[in-house]
């Protein structure tokens, strides 16, 4: 098979000010698929449900946090668009709050079934939501790259090969 022929699988990670847990999840998610040698398989992507931080770089605390757990810290804070719905394979969300306001973009459900809550992957850990540790102190950072390194090796697992274009 030519990797010319091959449509990567897209997926995009929302949180609601795409500073602090979805471009972790988006740096987990590409070094894990790195890892496994599928990284021309995958385009992934990052962003928030609101517009607070575009343009920002991933929020200190979590870049120190990720930094110390072996990951590079790159990319800058987006809000969601319409078209992503339709864009990506997979949207991953870390909390009610950001499933509602995906869904909220989705007037008329037709993406409902590739939008999914990140603790869904997860085999190790239970959790209802990937909290947002924005406010909180070292332990929630700590605690937030535990659960998306589950969830995001749940992804891994679960995702098929890159899919071949028409």
Request: proline share 6%; glycine share 8%.
């Amino acid at each position: 098979m030519n990797a010319a022929t091959l449509k990567p699988f897209r997926v995009l990670f929302v949180c609601m000010g795409n500073i602090c847990r979805s471009p972790a999840a988006e740096i987990i998610f590409r070094k894990l698929v790195a890892d496994a040698g599928r990284s021309a398989e995958f385009e992934i992507d990052s962003a928030g449900s609101h517009g607070y931080h575009q343009g920002d770089p991933p929020d200190s605390r979590m870049g120190a946090c990720l930094a110390r757990n072996g990951y590079p810290v790159t990319g800058r804070a987006r809000k969601i668009k319409t078209d992503d719905l339709k864009d990506f394979d997979l949207i991953v969300t870390m909390d009610e709050d950001n499933l509602a306001a995906v869904n909220a973009l989705d007037r008329d459900g037709w993406f409902r079934s590739k939008i999914r809550p990140l603790v869904e992957f997860c085999r190790e850990h239970q959790a209802p939501r990937v909290p947002d540790p924005y406010y909180g102190g070292q332990r929630g950072f700590d605690q937030v790259i535990e659960l998306l390194e589950d969830g995001c090796a749940g992804i891994l697992r679960e995702l098929p090969a890159a899919k071949l274009t028409d």
